[in-house]
């Protein structure tokens, strides 16, 4: 995708979204700050802050869709929010450790945005044992689905290779379904991102399109992949650098629960409306792995979550399953799912009624957990 959701943070913060509405400007704890975004100016309403849990109500008081970033002192996007119309607010909950970071408004969604700088003192609480434990068996969790996309990615970058069309077909949504279920936290290297999963409709002037959806395009549009040999080559080349460089994130509770509620939205945002599979129309498929991973986070983070929010747990619970029972019905055998343009409008709304009514209580899970 062309904007960059994320979870994962390099030891500086942790980002959970607790709620998006419109009109009401003052935050609901009297304590928020506020990040002011217009089309010329991003203001922050204090630079300088302790560590540990700070909420901040974005305002977008500009003519444009905009969209708020962090970022770290090396200059890595570490967390951020997109999709904020003109005159509506986001509410967000941010766990800050120590350091000097960047906060930037990106008006129209393009560019590099307008940044402000913060400061952050001091040190925050330590970490429950057992969010001690969810985030080294997230860790491994992620090395194992990395490493499935390499696996599968190499078969499918050969069959592009030797041009079989239909075998490289087979493969294309499986060899994406391990980069989707973690993908904010693939999306921490922001470079990486556009290279690997990028879509043609998200393309801005003077990108070089790569990756997946370049591929895809050619086996559905052009049927053919000749011409995408480097393609191929080159996209397993930036998931090698992303398994190279995963082991330097550094990921929090709160960050997972964020990560968690970035992938609902992402089956909000684009396997829903079909705009992520534009050609393949392997959607379910994507959101398939959208929901494991989420869910995933919600269960390594469950035994503190049954702990503090008893009914929080069971709403959660309820609604994974609810989902989980939806997908299956569209299963066709080896991990492949109905084609989405098959799916009939009033399947697509049960689809998308479930997928809201689960992600406006997974935004609560970091303040949970946090």
């Known amino acids: 995708m062309r904007s960059v959701p994320l979870l994962a943070v390099t030891g500086l913060l942790s980002v959970t979204a607790l709620a998006a509405c419109g009109g009401e400007d003052k935050p609901a704890d009297p304590n928020a700050l506020t990040i002011t975004s217009t089309d010329t100016e991003c203001e922050v309403s204090k630079t300088e802050l302790a560590a ?35 005159g509506t607010n986001y509410d967000i909950t941010v766990s800050l450790s120590s350091g000097d970071q960047q906060i930037a408004c990106k008006p129209g969604m393009v560019g590099d945005g307008i940044k402000q700088n913060i400061k952050v003192s001091g040190q925050a609480s330590a970490l429950d044992p057992r969010l001690t434990k969810a985030v080294a068996d997230y860790r491994a969790y992620i090395d194992a689905q990395i490493a499935d996309t390499m696996a599968k990615t190499q078969k499918f970058a050969e069959s ?16 994406r379904f391990g980069w989707e279920s973690i993908e904010p936290v693939a999306e921490a290297f922001g470079d990486i991102d556009p290279k690997v999963d990028l879509r043609e409709a998200d393309l801005e002037s003077g990108d070089t399109w790569s990756g997946w959806h370049k591929i895809e395009k050619a086996l559905w549009v052009k049927k053919t992949t000749k011409g995408e040999e480097g393609t191929a080559d080159q996209l397993l080349a930036d998931l090698k650098t992303l398994q190279d460089q995963v082991h330097t994130v550094d990921i929090t509770p709160a960050s997972m629960a964020n990560g ?34 989420a869910q995933k986070v919600f269960e390594l983070l469950k035994p503190v979550v049954v702990e503090k929010d008893a009914a929080l747990d069971k709403t959660l619970t309820d609604g994974f399953a609810t989902l989980q029972t939806l997908l299956k019905k569209y299963d066709e055998g080896n991990g492949a799912k109905t084609s989405y343009d098959k799916v009939k409008p009033a399947d697509r709304k049960e689809l998308s009624d479930a997928v809201n009514a689960l992600a406006e209580p997974l935004s609560k899970l970091a303040a949970t957990v946090g």
Do not use: C, M, R, W
């Open 160 to 175: 592009v290779k030797k041009g079989d069309v239909d075998g490289a077909k087979a493969l294309y949504a499986q060899s």
């Open 52 to 86: 540990g849990s700070n909420t901040f109500k974005i305002l977008n008081k500009g003519t444009q869709v905009t969209e708020v970033y962090f970022y770290g002192p090396d200059g890595k996007i570490v967390s951020e929010k997109e999709n904020i119309g003109p």
């Open 260 to 293: 968690a509620k970035e992938l609902l939205d992402e089956v909000a945002t684009g396997k829903i409306t079909g705009e992520e599979e534009a050609f393949s129309h392997t959607d379910l498929v994507d959101f398939q792995a959208n929901l494991d991973g």
